[in-house]
């Protein structure tokens, strides 16, 4: 794509941070360090950018929502944080090497509304806070002395998403120098046509741009190279270029080629170079996976020819305490976490996300669908006093949606075209919720589980107009992409099928309508269905086990997230598999019975009161506590997917247990308690395979802190992430403390934050105390990138108190 907002994956080159160092070779460079920020609007513009006083220094990426206060006076959909409007800036020194050199910043998201200058002059607008973005800077520079870019951004409409988007340049920025004949680096086009496990066809397209007056006569190679730096492949073309664009396409047969799965996420570096007079001045490097895909109507999903069913999650961009400037760390952490509960696949609701998180797909081995946009050309209903509660506000996306919404699909295609992981673009999630905002006759009758108001709303736009904007979208999609189906995730399909709206998509997602899965697969035998969206409870997922045609689930949600709240107090939304710290929930461990192959078994319990079906369990309370009054009837449920599990209260068996006989395939036992140990086993054809305990824990005495990295290289900053538990005197923890940590750091690091995965706290995310929840605390630490000691002290009052030592070498 042209007119200076091209993106780019290049994936195992070097970053360097701090100033720009760019030789003009095409690489990036970090743009991230020292930028001063101003909170609040700058009356006089950019004139009054250098007059104004009040600038903090921040490195990027930055959100400043997340630094609060939470207030009611802000909206329950984006979590009770505010808005607003505020400024960047960063001043640079030229290069005289940049001569004749064409010179790009590039943002890799920015919320929202951003407006970029350099040394004065406008460069661009962008409504959407979640496309990237780039603009040339060359004819602007001052390439012998002081440069100063500027930025402001607009978020003042706070009330503007159903979640929480943060605000700022919250994800990289960097500068590219690039030759005046050159590959734009998101004009690489890997594609994979026929694959097998005997061979592959290989095609890479390429366009060259030549933006000087005369012709120019270069040589592109493409070079494949296997994961241990092997060459597969090594195609070239010499060509002559006219002044414009050029395009230049390579095919190849592969042998034995390494596919890549869930499993094993075979990559590939693809290396396209260009090069006059025996040498390269140009070159995009980017990791590619050799794997084809396919859905069927009647069999569901195949990965390299081998059917296979998705077992899918939806996440937003947040890390409760970060906010939406989320070290890649932290997701390698998350991502971790979910495949070890059996998950195989990500929905990125509702928005395209951080570049790194599409590379970490790739390494880690998930199947990706790839989402634009929440809302088309009317808004919907972003809550303000709680989820719906009160008078919505309507601001949003679609203010925009004409103008830039076929551009801002096409960039993100753009950009992530070429990552192995992603098999869907979906170009709009639950447009068609009945009544928010279109509507349709259809909604006086049926059964409807998600509507907006009652019926047939004859004041709000038809459902007709779904049908021309998909079709739109969809067209957009295909422009620069047809080696994957095209999506969307529906929330009304009795009013959308009245429409035709399904019938412009490849493939349907279903959202929450399990039930309408055999009559519409009856009705359309054409379309292929599969669940886009979907709650937690068995029958939703049997739905997906027992019947072929059906592909795929994607629970709401894998992770909790800021927003989409309820009333004050609560500013975050609890319906994930892991809290905002990535701590397991019961209803992890539950998933993690239904889709895991590895043996495990959880235990967990509740106490049974006079007024439940003693025979109903639940999931999401079967938590790890032994501490009840003495006397309680207790309720343990134990998930497993283990043939068979036996449970023993210090040391005595209160039975086995079959899991296939189980009511909901769930062990329980009702127990008399008793203080001591409690203790499940998994058995597999008789033998035990796994085990799991809870004790009974007696006072509060110490904090035991448990460290992912302490060890850190390089002058590059690093992340550590510092669980903290409250435990007793014998290291039990204490799964209903609360008291409040402190942290006191020396050494180059700094606290980014606390986070105890509450979604109702009100403390400040910045300071250095938080209270626990559950027992338990997350600390984000980061390095600085210089060389010593750093020292992280947790203490809690009276108890005894834990310190983690990292090093930085």
Known sequence: MKNNHYLFLLIGMLLLPGLVRAKGNGKPVLFNSAWGFHKGDISTGISGIAAEKQWKTVDLPHDWSIEGPFSNEWASATGYLPGGIGWYKKTFNGNAAWKGKQVYIYFDGVYKNSEVWINGHSLGKRPNGF??????????????????????VDHSEFADSRWYTGSGIYRNVYVIVKDPVHI?????????PDVSAGKATVKVKVSVTNSNAAEANVLVKANLLDAKGKLATALQKQIKIKPGVHEVEFEQLLSSPQLWDTEKANLYKLQVSLSRNGKAFDEITQSVGIRSIRFDKDKGFFLNDKSTKLKGVCIHDDAGALGVAVPEEVWVRRLKILKDAGVNSLRLSHNPHADYLYDLCDKMGFLVMDEAFDEWEVGKNKWVAGWNVGTPSKNGYHEYFKEWADRDIADMVLRSRNHPSIIMWSIGNEIDYPNDPYTHEVLNTGRNPQIYGKGYLPDHPPASELTPIAKQLVKAVKAVDTTRPVTAALAGVVMSNEV?????LDVVGYNYQEYRYPEDHKKYPNRIIYGSENGMAQQAWNAVDSNEYIPAQYLWTGIDYLGEAGKWPQRSNGAGLVDLAGFKKPEYFYRQSLWSDKPMVYVGARAITSTEDRGI??????????NWQPGSKIKVDCFTNCQEAELFLNGKSLGKQSRNTARGQVPSWQVDYEAGELVVKGYNNGIEVCSNSIKTAGDAWQLKTLADNTSFKGNAKGLSQIEVYITDKDGNPLFNATDEVTVSLTGP???????????????????????????RLLAYVQTTGKPGKVQVQFSAGSLKSSTVTLTVK
């Open 617 to 626: 369990w639940s999931h999401r309370t079967a938590e790890p506590v032994w």
């Open 184 to 192: 734009d680096p998101w004009d690489v086009a890997f594609t994979t």
């Open 131 to 152: 496309i990237p973005f780039q603009y040339e800077l060359s004819k602007y520079l001052n390439l012998n002395g002081k440069n100063t870019i500027a930025v402001k």
């Open 500 to 504: 035709g709206y399904p019938e412009a």
């Open 749 to 775: 690091a700094k606290l980014l934050g606390l986070e105890s995965g509450s979604t109702s706290s009100h403390e400040n995310y910045q300071a250095n105390q938080h209270k626990a929840l559950h027992g």
